[in-house]
């Protein structure tokens, strides 16, 4: 805590506590939803796939059952994603907020992560503006970053620095899901002779996931 709290009103740093507090506990449960519902949704699906694939090694389920099935499951994987970005957001708002409060109370918490966020978000873009994609590879694999780069203040924070936090892998779980799914709906209709369905289906699936996924 910075010295500078001693010199707030013992009133409004209360208040301002406790609101911080508050924002604290709200980011956590949402983290909490976030996880716990994936794992449903990431169980439930594993669960449902492998009933349909033991099903249909002994005796061949029927094709519409297993397309109802695979279309319900991309269904619900991506309203979650949609539930999951609305948690994202108000988290968002949340740490927004506890940086605000951080200022007025004299803590550094969240302004220290958003500084580390800016930083190492800026040293990525540099990297990107000033290195084609080969240089690019090269310097993330071999770590052989150019010397304007090096001589950069904060570099080296900036390189070892993860901003980016749990979205992305969320995110990819969710598109494997529905690749796994797609795959299996492919593997089911060609077994049964009716890939021309399978092809027409899988079009209108990801037309649906596309237009879906890349809405703000």
Same mark, same amino acid.
């Given at each position: 805590?910075?010295?500078?709290?001693?010199?707030?009103?013992?009133?409004?740093?209360?208040?301002?506590?406790?609101?911080?507090?508050?924002?604290?506990?709200?980011?956590?449960?949402?983290?909490?939803?976030?996880?716990?519902?994936?794992?449903?949704?990431?169980? %439930?699906?594993?669960?449902?796939?492998?009933?349909?694939?033991?099903?249909?090694?002994?005796?061949?389920?029927?094709? %519409?059952?297993?397309?109802?099935?695979?279309?319900?499951?991309?269904?619900?994987?991506?309203?979650?994603?949609?539930?999951?970005?609305?948690?994202?957001?108000?988290?968002?708002?949340?740490?927004?907020?506890?940086?605000?409060?951080?200022?007025?109370? %004299?803590?550094?918490?969240?302004?220290?992560?958003?500084?580390?966020?800016?930083?190492?978000?800026?040293?990525?873009?540099?990297?990107?503006?000033?290195?084609?994609?080969?240089?690019?590879?090269?310097?993330?694999?071999?770590?052989?970053?150019?010397?304007?780069?090096?001589?950069?203040?904060?570099?080296?924070?900036?390189?070892?620095?993860?901003?980016? %936090?749990?979205?992305?892998?969320?995110?990819?779980?969710?598109?494997?899901?529905?690749?796994?799914?797609?795959?299996?709906?492919?593997?089911?209709?060609?077994?049964?002779?009716?890939?021309?369905?399978?092809?027409?289906?899988?079009?209108?699936?990801?037309?649906?996931?596309?237009?879906?996924?890349?809405?703000?």
């Amino acid at each position: 805590m910075d010295d500078s709290s001693s010199e707030v009103d013992p009133g409004t740093f209360e208040r301002s506590f406790k609101e911080y507090q508050i924002c604290l506990e709200q980011v956590s449960r949402l983290e909490a939803n976030i996880w716990q519902t994936a794992t449903l949704l990431g169980i %439930g699906s594993i669960v449902a796939l492998v009933s349909l694939m033991n099903n249909d090694a002994q005796s061949q389920a029927p094709f %519409g059952v297993i397309l109802a099935i695979s279309i319900f499951t991309i269904t619900v994987s991506l309203v979650w994603l949609r539930f999951a970005k609305r948690w994202w957001s108000i988290q968002s708002i949340k740490f927004e907020r506890m940086s605000e409060l951080d200022k007025s109370i %004299g803590f550094r918490q969240n302004i220290l992560v958003d500084e580390r966020n800016r930083e190492a978000l800026s040293h990525q873009l540099y990297l990107k503006e000033n290195s084609n994609f080969i240089k690019s590879l090269w310097t993330r694999l071999f770590f052989s970053i150019p010397k304007e780069v090096r001589a950069k203040e904060g570099h080296q924070k900036a390189q070892t620095y993860e901003h980016r %936090g749990n979205r992305p892998v969320v995110e990819l779980l969710v598109a494997v899901n529905i690749l796994i799914w797609v795959s299996f709906l492919i593997y089911s209709a060609w077994e049964r002779h009716n890939l021309p369905v399978a092809i027409i289906t899988l079009l209108g699936l990801l037309i649906v996931v596309f237009h879906y996924w890349r809405r703000p």
